[in-house]
């Protein structure tokens, strides 16, 4: 290759360079596409630390349990999105009143706050899964300040609660086959950017 470099001119160099950076471009508009789909079809849970402290970071995960054995079932029976929706909102104040349990017991004096809402997510893999950035439907658990990393996972399609028949499910067929394209690196990255512009200028 750095012979064939040598070799051809300047302008032709350039000409190869606008192909290969067209082809691209191109491919990373059809897979940008495709993640806005899918981003469409999924559900997420995503639970807020009071702080960075070792305290508030334990605490986040025992939130998260208890979360997870109280209202999992839910999810994991859900068949649709749509049905995965409506549990989530209609299990808030269950997860709101967990939450708080969780935090009395372990001694701290602020509260818990669950809310459904629509937020951006950073790439973010989750095990065998890749998700794109973007805007996400969302269960957020803010706890106290909620100023601490965050812990999330994907509860439609239910990949973070068992999950019984549905694994199978066309979303999770949707983000194998992202995952599965050629130069998806770079094409997140692509991705990323633009939807990171995009939710700057969209929460001005």
């Avoid at 995960?61 to 994991?76: M, P, Q």
């Amino acid at each position: 290759m750095k012979n064939f470099w040598n070799f051809i001119g300047r302008r032709e160099r350039a000409a190869v360079f606008g192909i290969i950076l067209s082809f691209l471009l191109g491919s990373a508009a059809l897979f940008g596409q495709q993640c806005e789909a899918l981003r469409g079809n999924v559900l997420r849970l995503h639970i807020l630390a009071n702080s960075d402290s070792e305290m508030d970071q334990a605490v986040k995960i025992k939130v998260r349990d208890a979360i997870l054995a109280d209202t999992g079932e839910l999810f994991s029976k859900a068949s649709t999105r749509g049905a995965a929706q409506e549990a989530a909102k209609k299990a808030l104040p269950e997860m709101e009143e967990t939450a708080s349990r969780v935090l009395k017991e372990n001694g701290f004096e602020g509260t818990a706050h669950a809310e459904f809402c629509n937020m951006y997510f950073n790439t973010r893999n989750y095990g065998e899964y890749t998700l794109p950035a973007g805007m996400y439907d969302a269960v957020r658990i803010t706890l106290g300040a909620g100023k601490g990393h965050n812990w999330w996972c994907v509860i439609y399609p239910p990949i973070c609660v068992p999950a019984a028949g549905v694994k199978d499910s066309e979303t999770l067929e949707e983000i194998r086959d992202l995952d599965s394209q050629p130069l998806l690196t770079p094409k997140l990255a692509i991705v990323e950017a633009f939807e990171k512009i995009k939710e700057t200028f969209l929460s001005k």
